[in-house]
């Protein structure tokens, strides 16, 4: 049992500790001062837009309605959440969603590395910077205008690809918004088009800062190029792989709006292959204007998100504590 002096002992060591931590606290903001003004604008506009409208978290699981305003509106329990598992096509659009990202995810990351190392091969240095920029550049197109250069390729009669590439292989005029089986391939394309040539970005930059000691050493010993990207670049950027899925796996429920509504025109006929969690509240919203189901779905979304970002660190960094994300 401890005595009284211990305990005062104890006591005062755990002061003096912590007396220590704020006083190194205040030197590292003294010592990195520039740097945490630097910071201070993208913290502040992250903490405006992510967390406090988790204030409105609540709302999931009220009935909203005008005239009494969101603290006067009654609860409403679990009533929103129904909506999202009450139909048969609240499941397809669930098991889309999963479908499309996982298949984002998995593709994306192998193109986005293959297109790093690619332009990192390129020596001259005009030519990888025009690469680079021509790959980039779909980023910056919004999806509005993303979906009316998907249009001029498929319009059923003035379409690029139905004019002049499908008679080549002996098919007619086809209407490809009528043809829903063929619409997650266009997506595919669609997407890693759009958003490849960014992704590769922040790999081709963890490629640059390898040490050319590495490649070197791996020549002297007989090493052919493959062999340096399998060897070398590709272990060595396996942390940064596995950080940017971690973080794309709390998207997998989340879906880009813009590719499944807009590029698809929002053609009921493709619903069937194309419709996903926000395509689905999005028109229940627009149609009911409830909005504690839109709130219900979006908490849904995030918490399983949440999950499956926590699941997948706990899982990397069993495998490997380097590469988890914390």
């Given at each position: ?21 704020i ?8 010592k ?7 910071l ?89 910077r ?68 960014i992704g ?10 390898i ?9 002297m ?36 709006f813009?590719?499944?509504?807009h ?10 292959t ?36 926590i ?16």
């Open positions: 049992m401890a005595t009284p002096s211990t305990v005062h002992s104890l006591s005062k060591q755990t002061h003096s500790q912590r007396q220590r931590g006083a190194l606290l205040l030197r590292n903001i003294v990195y001062r520039v740097l945490l003004l630097m201070l604008p993208t913290s502040i506009i992250f903490f405006v837009n992510c967390y406090i409208p988790m204030f409105g978290v609540f709302i999931a699981f009220k009935n909203i309605n005008y005239i009494d305003g969101i603290m006067g509106s009654p609860w409403a329990g679990l009533d929103n959440f129904r909506f999202l598992f009450a139909t048969s096509d609240a499941w397809r659009v669930t098991i889309n969603t999963v479908a499309y990202n996982v298949a984002f995810i998995v593709s994306g990351l192998i193109l986005s590395v293959a297109v790093a190392i690619a332009i990192n091969e390129v020596r001259a240095k005009l030519a990888s025009v690469y680079q920029t021509i790959m980039i550049m779909p980023n910056f197109l919004s999806m509005v205008v993303v979906s009316y250069i998907v249009y001029a390729f498929l319009h059923p009669e003035y379409g690029f690809l139905v004019k002049y590439i499908l008679p080549l292989f002996g098919y007619s005029s086809v209407n490809a918004y009528m043809h829903p089986q063929a619409w997650p391939y266009i997506l595919w394309i669609t997407k890693m088009w759009h958003s490849v040539g590769s970005v922040i790999y081709l930059a963890a490629i640059t800062g040490s050319e000691e590495l490649y070197e050493a791996a020549k010993d007989g090493a052919n190029k493959w062999q340096q990207i399998t060897r070398i670049t590709i272990p060595l950027l396996t942390p940064v792989m596995v950080i940017l899925t971690i973080l794309n796996l709390g998207g997998i429920f989340r879906s880009d813009g590719l499944f509504y590029v698809t025109l929002d053609s009921g006929a493709l619903r069937s194309t419709d996903v969690i926000d395509t689905y509240v999005y028109r229940g919203l627009i149609q009911l204007n409830d909005l504690g189901m839109s709130s219900a779905a979006n908490f849904y979304q995030s918490v399983v998100g949440f999950f499956l970002v699941g997948a660190n706990s899982l990397a960094r069993k495998l490997n504590r380097d590469t988890a994300l914390f």
